[in-house]
Nanobody, 126 residues
């Protein structure tokens, strides 16, 4: 059974930084493509960033390009999201997601993922 546990959320002022972590267990970490999604109040869940199973190919939502960095740490079976220059519009619950894939592709659709974490709240004050 694949388990994903997010941590690292919190309250930060605009312009600040946070690092989200997603600890994975129950599977071979390098066999899974992974992603970060977020859901703001009253809005649908949306893709933020994705990475292929090997970890060399990444995707970023336009509004976070240049500010966020996704990475897979195979030594710790952990997916991370470094978030810099945070804005109030980044406020949301952030979710880690995973799907089995040994291809070189990342996936941006919510329906592509079958394993999800419980979410961690990120609040950016202006």
């Amino acid at each position: 059974q694949v388990q994903l546990v997010e941590s690292g959320g919190g309250l930060v002022q605009a312009g600040g930084s946070l690092i989200l972590s997603c600890a994975a267990s129950g599977h071979t970490f390098s066999d899974y493509s992974m992603a970060w999604f977020r859901q703001a109040p009253g809005k649908d869940r949306e893709i933020v960033s994705a990475v292929n199973s090997i970890g060399g190919i990444t995707y970023y939502k336009d509004s976070v390009k240049g500010r966020f960095t996704i990475s897979k740490d195979k030594s710790r079976d952990t997916l991370s999201l470094q978030m810099n220059s945070l804005k109030p519009e980044d406020t949301a619950v952030y979710y880690c997601a995973a799907r089995y894939s040994t291809s070189n592709y990342y996936y941006t659709l919510e329906s592509a993922y079958n394993y999800w974490g419980q979410g961690t709240q990120v609040t950016v004050s202006s």
